[in-house]
C-alpha cells in the first residue's frame, strides 16, 4: 500500500517561508503525477499544485493565488515531492495534503493521499 507522509508544517509570519515535503521510499514515484491540495476549516479542498509524472510529460501547474510563490518540485531518486512557500499569506492557512495521480496526469483521479500537514500563517 503506497503511504504519502509529509512534513515541514508549521507557523510563520506574514512574508514568511516554508518548504513541504512527502515521500514514499520505494515506491517508484516517477510513475506518478504529484499534487499538493491544502483545506481550510469551512472551506472546500483546493488543488494548490501539480507535477505531471517523470515518464510523461512533467507538466506543472498551479492555482491562480499561488503562481510567482509557490514552486512545486520532485526528486524521483528520493521517491520525494517538495512544495517550496515562499511570500506566505493569511489565506494560506490550511491543512496540505500531498497526493498521487497513477494515471500520471494533472493529479485529477488521485489514488493515494498523506495524512496532511498544518501550515499555519498568523502573526
Known amino acids: 500500500q503506497l503511504q504519502l507522509v509529509e512534513s515541514g508544517g508549521g507557523l510563520v509570519q506574514p512574508g514568511g517561508s516554508l518548504r513541504l515535503s512527502c515521500g514514499a521510499p520505494?515506491?517508484?514515484?516517477?510513475?506518478?503525477?504529484l499534487g499538493w491540495f491544502r483545506q481550510a476549516p469551512g472551506k472546500e479542498r483546493e488543488k494548490v499544485s501539480c507535477?505531471?509524472?517523470?515518464?510523461?510529460?512533467?507538466?506543472?501547474s498551479y492555482v491562480d493565488s499561488v503562481k510567482g510563490r509557490f514552486t512545486i518540485s520532485r526528486d524521483d531518486a528520493n521517491d520525494a515531492v517538495y512544495l517550496q512557500m515562499n511570500s506566505l499569506k493569511p489565506e494560506d492557512t490550511a491543512v496540505y495534503y500531498c497526493?498521487?495521480?497513477?494515471?500520471?496526469?494533472?493529479?485529477?483521479?488521485?489514488?493515494?493521499w498523506g495524512l496532511g500537514t498544518q501550515v499555519t500563517v498568523a502573526s
Open positions: 497526493a498521487a495521480d497513477p494515471y500520471g496526469s494533472s493529479c485529477s483521479e488521485i489514488a493515494f
Open positions: 520505494g515506491f517508484n514515484l516517477g510513475y506518478y503525477a
Open positions: 507535477i505531471g509524472s517523470s515518464i510523461g510529460d512533467g507538466r506543472i
